[in-house]
């Protein structure tokens, strides 16, 4: 192991120790506490951690190339951690309906439950949560005091999340049975759920009148979340007009398709004769249908565009009934892939679901898309340093989910009724979402001169974006409270095209290979990204 990869690897271990909430959400072999300490002392912990540790990079010399990218994407990840907690982001990250509230929850039913010794740890975390949501409270506290105030709109969005969460861990200590630990589990998720409710309360009536009315972070804000996101700094109001330009293109290539579907159709008309044709009844037929697509997408694939190893040729598929976030997502497997990667599907409260417009999705969150390239760095190996396996840039993770529904259309895959509609639907989704992201946290105008409302962004991603109205909600109250995100689809796809045009235009471009030398390369921020895919 070199230099670069032993601090990498020093870095991830010290980093789990002071997040093993986050160590469980990246499946890291090891045992690294029982809870996260997310009062002031805990932020500054890891914030003097990312310091030492950048410190020590600038001290070692890269001796391979492996060892060279290992150190860009380091220092690239530390240096924007640091930005966040230069400004004081910690203060006040206070985030609905995705948050720290969420991943303490999550973070429990990702935990394996096989042995008595599980069970056991699974008590123990339950029983941590109320000390780990009063170490938050003291942060928000301390946050108010020095004038660092969250949205109110996220406050009683969070309030509201938590106060859904009581009852939430009863389907999972039930699967323990009467067992020797079911009154301690019993004991432990009691106490948490009174730890949602004391949450809620300091919320609701105590943060929340003190919290800011705006919802846009503004400029300096807006460019250090984008960063972390994106990997690199782009020109924001430049996105800006390109994400209209794309909304409008897709646009009018979904009146087209539409008009295949159902001649003279408008995208309305032809989305309800879909609704009233391609769908399926009840969680249970939607489970089936959705493990059935998954299973269809890795035969087409396998050994055409990709070699896909046979640990990664099965995606857990679950359904998530209490999910509140309103679009499925993706939880990668273990390092030891013995907890495989996980395709999640919230119900949103119906009974009746689309699937024309979720076959797209299954290629974004199954495969080509996350499963695949999460699971390709799982399986990379000494090819890639500890750190970089278990890192997460988001223009490049969600650009490659999105690339993937593109690389399913190109190949021909989308050819169920309605499904290429669906796709085109979902790309106009993301577009909506870099403009309704950097409109409102920039305070920038509209096309026609209007500002940015809440009503307003949810007008747009409705009518222009089509979300499906259970998700129109969620998905902007999402925006609003975790700035930078929305961005990352849209913009991260870009990125993935441009570099594999500039890839087919050399001599002897084989688009295997290409996927292959790409997953490879494992997680990078964008504009690292470029430059190693030119070298390929």
């Known amino acids: 192991m070199s230099a670069i990869f032993r601090l990498c690897e020093q870095y991830i271990l010290k980093a789990a120790a002071l997040d093993p909430v986050e160590a469980v959400y990246l499946g890291l072999a090891g045992d690294f506490g029982a809870a996260t300490d997310y009062s002031p002392d805990g932020h500054a912990a890891r914030h003097e951690l ?4 950048l410190a020590e990079l600038s001290r070692l010399a890269p001796e391979t190339g492996t060892d060279r990218r290992a150190a860009a994407h380091l220092r690239e990840r530390l240096e924007a951690q640091a930005a966040v907690h230069a400004i004081g982001e910690p203060y006040r990250e206070v985030s609905s309906p995705f948050g720290l509230i969420t991943a303490i929850r999550d973070s429990i039913d990702l935990l394996p439950r096989g042995t008595e010794e599980h069970w056991r740890e699974i008590a123990v ?5 109320p000390g780990m949501l009063a170490g938050w409270r003291t942060t928000l506290d301390a946050g108010l005091g020095r004038g660092l105030r969250a949205a109110r709109r996220q406050a009683l969005g969070a309030a509201d999340q938590a106060e859904r969460l009581a009852g939430t861990h009863d389907e999972l200590i039930a699967g323990h049975g009467d067992g020797p630990l079911a009154a301690e589990l019993a004991e432990a998720a009691r106490a948490a759920y009174r730890g949602y409710a004391e949450t809620a309360r300091y919320l609701r009536e105590e943060y929340a009148p003190r919290a800011d009315e705006r919802d846009a972070v503004g400029p300096e804000r807006y460019a250090v979340a984008a960063r972390q996101q994106l990997g690199e700094e782009i020109d924001l109001h430049d996105a800006y007009q390109w994400g209209w330009a794309e909304l409008a293109r897709i646009e009018a290539e979904m009146a087209a398709e539409a008009r295949a579907i159902l001649p003279g159709a408008t995208v309305s008309e032809a989305s309800a004769h879909l609704d ?4 399926v009844v009840g969680p249970e ?3 089936a249908w959705l493990k059935q697509e998954h299973e269809r997408a890795v035969a087409a694939l396998d050994g055409v565009v990709f070699d896909i190893p046979e640990s990664l040729r099965t995606v857990d598929v679950v359904l998530a009934p209490g999910s509140t976030s309103g679009a499925p997502y993706y939880t990668q497997p273990s390092e030891d892939l013995t907890r495989p990667g996980r395709t999640w599907w919230p119900l949103g409260g119906r009974e009746k679901f689309a699937t024309w417009s979720d076959f797209t999705t299954v290629f974004h969150e199954g495969v080509p898309g996350h499963h695949l ?3 390709a760095v799982a399986c990379a190996g000494d090819k890639l ?3 970089a396996k278990m890192s997460w840039v988001g223009g490049h993770g969600e650009g490659w989910a999105l690339y993937a529904e593109r690389l399913a259309d190109e190949l021909g895959w989308l050819s169920a009724p309605g499904a290429r509609l669906g796709m085109l639907a979902a790309s106009a989704l993301r577009a909506a979402r870099v403009v309704i992201d950097i409109g409102v946290h920039l305070e920038l105008p509209l096309p026609d001169g209007s500002r940015w409302t809440f009503e307003k962004a949810c007008e747009v991603l409705r009518d222009r974006g089509r979300a499906e109205a259970h998700q129109v909600h969620p998905e902007v109250l999402r925006y609003f409270g975790w700035p930078g995100q929305a961005i990352c689809y849209k ?3 870009r990125a993935w095209m441009e570099a594999r045009a500039e890839a087919q235009a050399r001599p002897g471009f084989d688009l295997k290979t290409w996927h292959t030398a790409a997953l490879d390369l494992g997680p990078m921020g964008l504009g690292t990204m470029r430059e190693e895919l030119a070298r390929i």
């Open 125 to 129: 975390r339950l029983a941590a949560i």
């Open 491 to 493: 913009l991260g796809e």
């Open 276 to 279: 009233s044709t391609q769908y």
């Open 50 to 53: 990312i310091q030492h540790t």
């Open 285 to 287: 037929a939607y489970l």
């Open 385 to 387: 340093s500890r750190h």
């Open 373 to 375: 390239q999460l699971g």
